[in-house]
Nanobody, 116 residues
């Protein structure tokens, strides 16, 4: 079982920045951030593989940067030029691949609120 501990959420004005962190208790293959606003589905924000390959939602390209420190089993999400529509509960996701498929783990979520 892998546990994920998130930190870094908060309240920021539009145009500001926040950095989210998520530390995993074990070795992980793909790490990602998802977000969910009230009344909406949980959507992928950004993901990074153990090899450093990344992908982003179109809505955050050029503003958000995902990175990871494999030695610390930690993933970061640097969020710049934040917009009110970025307001959501952000969840860390970790995926481990094995012979029988992928196992997915979720953090408890950290709130990001962007005021206009």
């Amino acid at each position: 079982q892998v546990q994920l501990v998130e930190s870094g959420g908060g309240l920021v004005q539009a145009g500001g920045s926040l950095r989210l962190s998520c530390a995993a208790s074990g070795i992980i293959d793909t790490m990602a951030w998802y977000r969910q606003a009230p009344g909406t589905q949980r959507d992928l924000v950004a993901a990074v593989t153990s090899g450093g390959n990344t992908n982003y939602a179109d809505s955050v390209k050029g503003r958000f940067t995902i990175s990871r420190d494999n030695a610390k089993n930690t993933v970061y999400l640097q969020m710049n030029s934040l917009k009110p529509e970025d307001t959501a509960l952000y969840y860390c996701n970790a995926r481990r691949y094995g012979p029988y498929g992928a196992t997915s783990y979720w953090g408890q979520g950290t709130q990001v609120t962007v005021s206009s």
